[in-house]
């Protein structure tokens, strides 16, 4: 995972506006941390975790019309002024379509407890889903002085965000009670 994680975080900063290219490598670090602390050893067992993670996938999605209604690539292009064109063929189909995908074959995955489907959980939550993404949409209206595509759902990012957080470290704390008292049962 950590080989396609570096891999995926290169073609980012060679292909897309640094800005972009940053929130994904971010996202992607945080999404690993989170992983490795809580679901690597112990993958989300609970339904409800994964329902919430695919009520925010879906959200994601409308996330994405607002952004790509509004130009979102071409605005974020010239708001950071850079050198690289977004065009939005790419943007649709990498973004909404491939990561669309990926986000929902890694909450089938999670439903069997495959670990590398709770990395995509965890990269969702923290970064290039609603946390790291929300924070952005909330500074890039900042920055340009009025509206900015994909601001008006962004609140909705922050509270599907700390939801699934939440239920994902929850969910790793009940795991962990759960060894420790089966370990516990075999000792006696």
């Keep these: 995972m950590a080989i396609l994680a570096a891999a995926f975080c290169t073609w980012a900063l060679l292909t897309l506006p640094i800005q972009g290219a940053v929130i ?19 993958p989300v067992k609970s339904r409800k975790v994964i329902a919430v993670y695919l009520c925010a996938v879906g959200f994601q999605l409308i996330h994405m019309a607002e952004e790509y209604t509004g130009g979102f690539p071409h605005e974020i292009v010239e708001l950071f002024d ?25 909450g ?6 495959i670990r590398v489907a709770n990395f995509f959980l965890w990269w969702y939550a923290l970064g290039a889903g609603p946390l790291l993404n929300g ?5 890039f209206p900042i920055l340009k002085g009025g509206y900015f595509p994909g ?5 909705g990012h922050f509270i599907m965000s700390g939801l699934l957080i939440y239920l994902l470290i929850k969910e790793n704390r009940v795991l ?13």
């Design 176 to 188: 962990k009670a759960e060894e420790q008292q089966q370990v516990q049962s075999l000792v006696r």
């Design 135 to 139: 924070i952005a949409h909330f500074v």
């Design 24 to 42: 994904l490598v971010v996202a992607s670090v945080l999404g690993w941390s989170g992983w490795i602390a809580f679901s690597y050893t112990r």
């Design 151 to 155: 601001l008006y759902t962004a609140g």
């Design 108 to 113: 089938a995955g999670a439903l069997y407890r």
């Design 82 to 106: 850079s050198p690289r064109d977004w065009p939005e063929k790419e943007f649709l189909l990498v973004f909404v379509f491939g990561f669309g995908a990926l986000y929902f074959f890694a």
